[in-house]
């Protein structure tokens, strides 16, 4: 009538590709339309359940063995992050604070474990929860590393570090805020 003979040709092609959507002939979920009248037919999938990649299992092997590394990582950060203070700076003031210095210890270790943990592409949320936890532990329990084996510690670190650990803290114990709580 007047509305279609007042229609653009821009409106009739429009219909046109809106009937044929509509007739069914083709499922609009598996056909591309691409311009006026070009369409590509999407194939089904065959077997429509999950498929398992290949070594898909090796992965799930590795995400625990991936966990034990970031923890090995944070502990590896704190000791290399402990050895590269002493010996760059010296050993803390007698009189410094067991706050400051415990504060010191996390950021540097957490620092040290990021930048490791980047090289080694363990960048997941679980696996930086790992390397945190294992630089928590190894600031709260290395001490016990100076009352078991004092002449290593000794060598690596200072020996007046040890001997002022080991006459500070317990063995067998953990090291919060300047107290020795024993386990």
């Known amino acids: 009538m007047f509305a279609e003979a007042v229609a653009s040709p821009g409106h009739a092609d429009f219909a046109r590709r809106v009937a044929r959507i509509n007739s069914g002939a083709a499922s609009s979920k598996r056909t591309l339309f691409v ?3 070009e369409s590509y037919v999407i194939p089904l999938k065959q077997g429509r359940g999950k498929k398992v990649a290949d070594g898909s299992s090796l992965r799930n092997a590795m995400a625990p063995l991936s966990l034990i590394l970031a923890f090995g990582i944070g502990v590896l950060a704190h000791g290399l992050a402990l050895v590269a203070r002493f010996h760059a700076i010296g050993l803390p003031k007698i009189k410094a604070s067991p706050d ?3 504060l010191t210890q996390f950021v540097l270790g957490f620092l040290l474990a990021l930048m490791c ?3 080694l592409r363990l960048r997941g949320p679980s696996q930086q929860l790992a390397r945190s936890l294992g ?9 016990n590393l100076a009352h078991a084996y004092p002449e290593e510690v000794g060598r690596v670190l200072s ?15 953990l090291l ?6 024993p386990f």
């Open 35 to 37: 311009g006026m009248d």
């Open 100 to 102: 400051v210095e415990m």
């Open 117 to 119: 943990a980047k090289a």
């Open 135 to 143: 630089v928590v532990a190894a600031v709260l329990l290395a001490h």
């Open 159 to 173: 020996p007046l570090w040890v001997a002022d650990v080991v006459t500070a803290t317990k063995p067998h114990s």
């Open 176 to 181: 919060f805020r300047g107290l020795s709580f």
